[in-house]
């Protein structure tokens, strides 16, 4: 059904609009499966894979860039778009130890604000030789209530062998979301797949034949560390992709794909696509690359952290998002039946984390950024457990324990405006836990939405454990395994926070600017 939501079309951004068209046009990609050169001789260093800002506060943001060669990064701020004036900031050496690209951390913002930016890379020779400017902009989080929080979530991108596809105009479905005019986008994992190759072309169920852009890089599983960092790089290849990153700063957490599918600490592989047996020696090149191409404030050369992708980012006093990694810190996949589980999915320092900084929160909402859902089954082969839940709608047991004792925490400590967020599962659903239709009940409810894929194929839906008391007012789901994109159009969620009320309106979208389902929930309340 249509929306009835007005697509805003501010008239702060229309300007950049045209300067990152232009951007785009003058700063063509290098030739597709090519390799940035490690030390050209000649011209000027470019900045043809875009910008990207990410992990924005009330007064910082990261700027992130790729050079074609050796560079010195430089980021100019202003508070228009005509740079008068502008604040400049130094940034790192490029070069090949990080694929040449880096971050720059910004300190100092005016909270609230649009901010603009723009990119120049310089010769490190003669810092006079700069690359044409490429220009962003963000909007820094609120110190007050202000006009509201609206942002987008979803996962799951050039999955199956889904890639970018030119005859559909490639990943439509960022320029969608990009006309949201969101403050930032969380993406919910499955970033990449790099354990998913992308062929020419694969004909479709009605005789149709999908192409892809291809490169070197994605035509077979990652292993190298060039390779996991060339599946990063892939996804960059898309214009809307790109026009996207400019505009709207993110929020990313990673999944399985971005090593391979439902990896986990210690497995070894028996898989005759990798040469590379050692899941844990793949998993941290993919990390390398995962940290090189997203700027992510605890991870890369220059953090002062343990390099972890868990974290909270406080937008203001309406929201604090809490990022999840389900995937670092597991145990070996199982069948989910322990009676004692102390590691579970988000090992116990994490679930500490989580709880302490839970308790701490002072934001009318807390979200809950998790890439696994929790109480629906997903299965890794006939017997063992992907996600939470195992099936058993009987007493918490394995993973769940944790989630339980999570439960537990929020409900006694009367944590208020507690909304959990996800993808994962290829298709959208919502669901409302209660612990009336519960086995386990010392829990407050709780709303549980999922959405995806963004650029990947769709899957059918997966059944619902009753030990949390889930219900699914909605679902909507494709009925065959890996419907292209072509056949089913893509998925992503939208939340808005209104600033006067505080009410959070979650909207879960599909391409084509239809809104499939709402749900209004009121703040101030320990469950809903």
């Given at each position: 059904m249509s929306s009835g939501h007005p697509i805003p079309a501010p008239a702060r951004r229309s300007v950049l609009r045209g300067s990152l068209a232009a951007a785009s046009a003058a700063l063509a990609l290098p030739a597709l499966g090519a390799a940035a050169p490690a030390f050209a001789r000649s011209g000027r260093p470019r900045a043809a894979w875009g910008v990207q800002a990410g992990d924005v506060t009330a007064h910082s943001g990261l700027v992130w860039v790729r050079s074609d060669r050796p560079a010195r990064m430089v980021v100019e701020t202003s508070a228009t778009e005509s740079f008068r004036n502008p604040t400049r900031w130094h940034g790192p050496l490029l070069g090949p130890g990080t694929d040449f690209t880096g971050t720059t951390r910004l300190r100092g913002l005016p909270p609230g604000e649009q901010i603009h930016y723009r990119v120049l890379l310089a010769d490190p020779d003669d810092p006079r030789r700069t690359g044409e400017p490429v220009p962003g902009t963000f909007r820094t989080a609120p110190v007050r209530r202000g006009g509201g929080v609206r942002f987008v979530w979803s996962g799951d991108i050039a999955g199956q062998g889904w890639g970018i596809n030119p005859d559909l105009g490639g990943f439509r479905v960022f320029d969608e979301m990009r006309r949201l005019d969101p403050d930032?986008?969380?993406?919910?994992?499955?970033?990449?797949?790099?354990?998913?190759?992308?062929?020419?072309?694969?004909?479709?169920?009605?005789?149709?034949?999908?192409?892809?852009?291809?490169?070197?890089?994605?035509?077979?599983?990652?292993?190298?560390?060039a390779e996991f960092r060339g599946a990063f790089r892939y996804n960059l290849l898309d214009s809307n992709l790109r026009e996207f990153n400019a505009q709207v700063p993110s929020i990313v957490q990673w999944d399985d794909h971005e090593v391979l599918n439902n990896w986990y600490p210690g497995e070894i592989l028996d898989d005759a696509r990798y040469t590379v047996k050692n899941v844990d020696v793949l998993a941290a090149r993919s990390r390398r690359a995962f940290s090189e191409y997203f700027p992510i404030s605890t991870l890369g050369p220059r953090r002062r952290n343990d390099g972890r992708v868990y974290r909270v980012l406080r937008h203001g006093p309406l929201l604090d998002v809490f990022v999840l990694d389900m995937r670092t810190y597991r145990n070996a996949n199982s069948p989910g039946l322990q009676t004692d589980d102390p590691v579970g999915i988000l090992g116990a320092e994490q679930t500490a984390w989580l709880?302490?900084?839970?308790?701490?929160?002072?934001?009318?909402?807390?979200?809950?950024?998790?890439?696994?859902?929790?109480?629906?089954?997903?299965?890794?082969?006939?017997?063992?457990?992907?996600?939470?839940?195992?099936?058993?709608?009987?007493?918490?047991?394995?993973?769940?324990?944790q989630i339980a004792d999570v439960l537990r925490h929020i409900k006694h400590r009367r944590i208020t405006g507690t909304v959990w967020l996800t993808a994962d599962v290829h298709h959208t659903s919502a669901q409302h836990y209660d612990p009336s239709r519960a086995a386990f009940t010392d829990f407050a409810p709780f709303w549980e939405f999922v959405t995806g894929p963004l650029a990947a194929g769709g899957f059918p839906a997966v059944r619902l454990d009753g030990t949390f008391g889930p219900e699914r007012p909605f679902l909507k789901a494709p009925t065959r395994a890996n419907v292209s994109p072509a056949e089913a159009p893509q998925l992503f969620g939208e939340v808005e926070i209104d600033g006067g009320s505080g009410e959070l309106t979650v909207r879960l979208r599909e391409e084509g600017d239809a809104v499939l389902f709402t749900k209004v929930l009121q703040p101030g309340r320990v469950g809903q």
């Open positions: 930032f986008f969380l993406c919910s994992g499955d970033t990449v797949y790099a354990d998913g190759p992308i062929p020419s072309s694969v004909t479709l169920p009605d005789g149709r034949v999908w192409r892809n852009i291809t490169t070197e890089e994605k035509s077979k599983v990652a292993e190298s560390l709880k302490r900084e839970l308790s701490r929160s002072r934001a009318v909402w807390k979200v809950i950024a998790s890439d696994m859902p929790v109480g629906l089954v997903v299965t890794d082969g006939r017997e063992n457990i992907e996600a939470v839940a195992q099936g058993d709608p009987g007493r918490p047991l394995g993973r769940e324990l």
